[in-house]
């Protein structure tokens, strides 16, 4: 059975940092064929891929609104990935689920936002103005 398990939300003030952790059991985010990622929903709205890893060759994706901002990472010897968040901004206020997949290329879950299998149960971030 795959489980991941986010950690590290919380309040933050806008122009502030913070760091998310996903540890994941069942699967090794460094196998070839899986993408690791963050996505964020906010109530109301659609969920949305912030940032994709690949587990073959670590090559790092994003969506445009975090270029710059957020990095996606990974600790392949405590099978962790990390999205360090910068420069927060009110609007990045939103539940942010960890989720991995297999086959699918971490470029079509950031443009196309499907292709994970599994999913955390999120943490919420919340940035205060």
């Known amino acids: 059975e795959v489980q991941l398990v986010e950690s590290g939300g919380g309040l933050v003030q806008a122009g502030g940092s913070l760091r998310l952790s996903c540890t994941a059991s069942g699967i090794r985010f460094d196998d070839y064929d899986v993408a690791v990622g963050w996505f964020r929903q906010a109530p109301g709205k659609e969920r949305e891929a912030v940032s994709c890893l690949s587990g073959n060759d670590g090559t790092t994706y994003y969506t445009d609104s975090v270029k710059g901002r957020f990095t996606i990472s990974s600790d392949n010897a405590k099978n962790t990935v990390y999205l360090q968040m910068d420069s927060k901004k009110h609007e990045d206020t939103d539940v942010y689920f960890c989720?991995?997949?297999?086959?699918?290329?971490?470029?079509?879950?950031?443009?196309?936002?499907?292709?994970?299998?599994?999913w955390g149960k999120g943490t919420l971030v919340t940035v205060s103005s």
């Open positions: 989720a991995a997949g297999r086959e699918v290329h971490p470029l079509v879950v950031i443009k196309e936002g499907y292709g994970m299998d599994y």
